[in-house]
């Protein structure tokens, strides 16, 4: 009986605990009056222009249903192996990259076997070689390509806006940088031309570079001429404007670089430490540091070093990565 009782009065606890925070709470916490007074202080549309305002408000409507359409568009799922090798700039086929991986997969695993290390050892060499190995070539491809166009992005909008300035169309400004400009821009903007002369619009064209290079500047800039081919408006103000923000990205990661780039040293100094060490000690006493090779337990203890150095390296890797 008693226990009901209790289980009763707990229920009734939090029922009287709920009923406070729903009705009396924003009371006493000032939400009610501060609802008031954000409605007393909003501004109410004016009777005259009327019309004006209607065709703003559609416009902005317009606007954000287009800015909403390409987010929509641009969330993707995970991306394929045939994209990420495409967008490191190889012309390589699924099989060549898996035939590549297996080839090295068999050569580390080969090197390790040569010094006559535990199958423990020579398997974990192999699953490097073959899995990680591999990828962190393709990451770093990638990487390094779409650092030269997000370099060179900036100059490819320019010639946009002095183009259109000039009394241009956006088509004839995009087969000029698919001619003269610098690689990879150069191919990218070639695929533009390639797309448009399929029969796609200007703006679909362009959404396909997003998919190339997934990168926030090519998303603005496909957002800035999709908006214009829908919208209307200024195109080479809006692309001015643009370059602006382009540039002053590329001036902050510069900073950016340079502030963390005594971060980054550390990092080095503190990740090569054990492997001066070491041979520093093998020097000194060949005999005493030999044991980790040329026993099993040694070779145990150098697997677990690594795994263990694997994750500190990537722990700092993390803290000095910044996202810009």
Same mark, same amino acid.
């Given at each position: ?35 008031? /007074?954000?409605? *007393?202080?909003?501004?109410?549309? !004016?009777? &005259?222009?009327?019309? @004006? %305002?209607?065709?703003? #408000? ?116 995009? /087969?000029?940088? *698919?001619?003269?400009?610098?690689? !990879?821009? &150069?191919?990218?903007? @070639? %695929?533009?031309?390639? #797309? ?129």
């Amino acid at each position: 009986m008693n226990m009901h009782v209790w289980f009763v009065m707990v229920l009734a606890m939090i029922a009287a605990g709920g009923i406070v925070h729903v009705f009396i709470y924003p009371y006493l916490s000032g939400d009610i009056k501060a609802e008031k /007074r954000e409605a *007393a202080l909003r501004p109410t549309a !004016p009777k &005259r222009g009327a019309e @004006r %305002q209607a065709d703003a #408000a559609s416009r902005r409507k317009q606007i954000t249903e287009s800015i909403k359409e390409l987010e929509t568009r641009g969330k993707r799922k995970k991306q394929s192996l045939e994209t990420r090798i495409a967008q490191a700039g190889l012309s390589w086929s699924r099989n060549k990259y898996i035939g590549a991986s297996l080839a090295s997969a068999a050569f580390f695993g080969g090197l390790i076997w040569l010094f006559r290390a535990h199958p423990i050892v020579t398997v974990g060499a192999m699953g490097v070689g073959g899995f990680g190995f591999p990828a962190w070539i393709l990451s770093f491809l990638r990487k390094r390509r779409l650092n030269k166009f997000v370099n060179e992005f900036p100059n490819a909008v320019d010639i946009i806006i002095r183009g259109v300035k000039a009394g241009l169309p956006l088509g004839d400004c995009l /087969r000029v940088i *698919a001619t003269e400009s610098a690689e !990879p821009v &150069r191919s990218e903007f @070639r %695929q533009i031309v390639e #797309a448009q002369a399929m029969g796609l619009s200007t703006g679909e064209a362009v959404e396909r570079i997003v998919e190339r290079v997934p990168i926030a500047e090519a998303s603005f800039f496909s957002i800035v001429i999709n908006i214009q081919q829908k919208a209307g408006g200024n195109l080479a103000e809006a692309l001015a404007n643009l370059s602006a923000v382009l540039r002053e990205r590329k001036k902050m990661k510069g900073k950016i670089k340079a502030m963390s780039g005594e971060a980054k040293a550390s990092a080095y100094i503190i990740g090569s430490m054990p492997f001066i060490v070491a041979a520093m000690t093998y020097v000194t006493s060949p005999k005493y540091i030999e044991l980790l090779w040329t026993t099993q337990t040694g070779e145990l203890v150098i697997g677990g070093c690594a795994v263990w150095m694997g994750i500190g390296i990537f722990v700092m890797k993390n803290m000095i990565n910044f996202d810009y």
